[in-house]
């Protein structure tokens, strides 16, 4: 038993090693947290929220100082139905052109397609 969990331990070690990965301190030094705000805070869906449209709202994300931003990935901000190719690219620019990083796309997804729960 005692072989087989020093194994184990050796195994996902040499993994680590292979792919670049640094082994957990605990030191809080090691520890970044990137701030993203959510474009869903300005997506309008709700009763007397502000609504921006995706340019606005990367604006008003490095205005607030933060470094990163998640994108709704449905109507009124990034929805694949309205992004081609070459608007994929515009806003990828203006991403870094503002320093910021996008860190997520959230999907909203009903795979229920519409259907009450019970």
């Given amino acids: 038993m005692i072989k087989g969990m020093v194994a184990i331990f050796l195994f996902c070690f040499g993994i680590q090693l292979i792919l670049g ?3 957990p301190t605990g030191d809080s030094k090691d520890f970044k947290v990137k701030l993203a705000l959510h474009s869903v805070s300005y997506a309008g869906f709700w ?3 502000s609504r921006l449209n995706v340019d606005d709202f990367l604006v008003k994300a490095k205005e607030l100082g933060f470094e990163g931003i998640v ?8 929805s694949p139905l309205d992004y081609n190719e070459e608007a994929r ?3 990828k620019a203006r991403i870094k052109e503002l320093g910021l990083e996008l860190v997520s796309l959230a999907g909203y997804t009903d795979f229920t397609a519409g259907i009450p729960a019970c």
Avoid: E, F, S
Avoid at 71 to 78: I, N, S
């Fill in 71 to 78: 994108l709704v990935a449905k109507r009124p901000h990034v």
């Fill in 89 to 91: 690219k515009k806003l």
């Fill in 21 to 23: 990965q640094t082994i």
């Fill in 47 to 49: 009763r007397g929220h």
